[in-house]
């Protein structure tokens, strides 16, 4: 779990009102969940057998209620679970569809290393209770956009169908009869899950057994016509904007609430931590936490990964500096300076005050001043002297450019000058 930092924070909450403005243009909807919810909803959700609920959720046992009665509960390791929740609670599909998305920290006792962490936050989009291809097409040009708009490059889309539960069905036959013919060259995860999970064998990372799997049966080739034609139309509209993707017949997602269409963002630039989003389409997963049925897709980006891949293509994000620094010889004057700062703050500058951060020793030297104005990377120091303050007036100095011009600007007009502080104009 990580300690965010404000060298770090800057350039989350830059890529958070990225996200905030794309959604807005999207028409989705923000949403605020717990983070704790009953452990039975990713039992139910997720699926028993699969990464998460076997062996990465943290769960506990809540203090006993006046009848003895604890309830199960768990740190969300995701948040479609949650939300799907929330959203047959307050009957949000009464009047239609919904667009909602999400941002938050999530919870997963995995192994820590680079770009897979235990606390780690994700960002999601989902709509419910939409069927078309349109809306899958839709969530893809999303995440889409957002890459292009903060400047990530080298994302591959990946895309594959799971189909519909008879499809599935068909082809778990064929997989177990081959996997059963090959059983000596399983590992143990896959022999546990021969019969409980066989389609996640084939998302095995274990390298001896690529080749095993890379022959298997795929699923791709059990899609009957109606599965077909979603996946076609989806890939029809990625083209028509010119958003390029390859198929990728072993993606399965670790969730087993996916069908249809499913699809992951992926890079070569994090080793092996190389999905930065993934999701896809989940007709049953609704009605299979007591909703009345309705059709759903969706799709969670890493936050850190994704920052990190910013990071390692070298893609600059703003730095948060104020726009001007206020230096302040005389403490006297605090009364007269704090009253000036304010009236800038409220006209939309930002200001740092000059604050000694020892007890009884006065304001500080100018020369003191002057390196931490230039150390907080303002744009401008004002100059609150005594000369100047004699005639209700404050030096503003450029501290950026090279000629460091200043000028005194009268405390009573502030209005009519603050703008001229800001780093925005
Ligand atoms: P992986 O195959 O890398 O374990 P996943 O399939 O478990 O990923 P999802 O549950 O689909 O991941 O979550 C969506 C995204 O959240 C991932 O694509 C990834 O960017 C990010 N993510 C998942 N687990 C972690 C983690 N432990 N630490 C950091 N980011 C994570
Ligand atoms: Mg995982």
Not at 392 to 407: N, P, W
Request: aromatic share 8%; net charge negative.
């Amino acid at each position: 779990m990580n300690d965010i930092l404000p060298s770090e924070s800057a350039k989350w909450e830059w890529l958070e009102d990225k996200v905030r403005n794309l959604m807005a243009r999207f028409a989705y909807r923000n949403t605020r969940l717990p983070i704790v919810e009953s452990t039975a909803l990713f039992v139910r959700g997720l699926g028993e057998v699969t990464d998460i609920v076997e062996k990465e959720m943290y769960s506990f046992e809540d203090r006993a209620d006046k009848h003895g009665q604890a309830e199960h509960l768990t740190l969300r390791p995701e948040g479609t679970a949650g939300l799907v929740r929330a959203v047959v609670e307050h009957n949000m599909l009464y009047e239609g569809g919904k667009r909602l998305y999400y941002m938050g920290p999530m919870f997963r006792r995995e192994k820590p290393q680079r770009g897979r962490y235990r606390q780690f936050h994700q960002i999601g989009a989902e709509a419910l209770g939409f069927p078309g291809a349109e809306v899958d097409a839709e969530l893809i040009l999303l995440a889409h956009s957002l890459w292009q708009e903060i400047g990530l490059q080298n994302v591959e889309l990946q895309l594959n169908s799971l189909g519909q539960p008879e499809e599935r069905k068909a082809h778990r036959a064929a997989l177990i009869e081959y996997l059963e013919k090959n059983v000596d060259q399983l590992d143990e995860d896959a022999r546990r899950r021969l019969y409980s999970n066989p389609l996640r064998i084939l998302d095995t990372k274990n390298p001896a057994m690529q080749d095993l799997v890379n022959a298997a049966p795929r699923l791709f080739d059990f899609l009957g016509e109606a599965s077909l034609k979603h996946f076609d139309a989806v890939k029809a509209i990625l083209d028509a904007n010119g958003v390029k993707w390859t198929l990728n017949t072993r993606l399965v997602r670790g969730m087993d609430y996916y069908n249809l269409t499913v699809f992951e963002f992926v890079t070569t630039q994090l080793g092996s931590q190389g999905t930065i989003c993934g999701g896809g389409r989940y007709d049953y997963l609704i009605e299979q936490v007591g909703g009345k049925p309705a059709p759903a897709v969706g799709w969670a980006l890493g936050v850190e990964r994704v920052l990190e891949l910013l990071k390692e293509q070298e893609q600059s994000t703003p730095d948060l500096v104020p726009d001007a620094y206020a230096i302040v010889p005389d403490a006297g004057t605090l009364p007269t300076v704090m009253a000036a700062l304010q009236t800038l703050r409220v006209a939309g500058v930002s200001v740092q005050m000059h604050t000694p951060t020892t007890a009884g020793e006065g304001m500080g030297s100018m020369k003191s001043q002057f390196k931490k104005a230039d150390a907080s990377g303002a744009r401008f120091g004002l100059i609150f002297g005594a000369d100047e303050m004699a005639r209700g007036a404050v030096t503003v100095k450029s501290l950026r450019d090279g000629d460091g011009q200043q000028v005194e600007q009268q405390l009573a007009s502030i209005d009519q000058w603050a703008a001229t502080l800001r780093v925005a104009g």
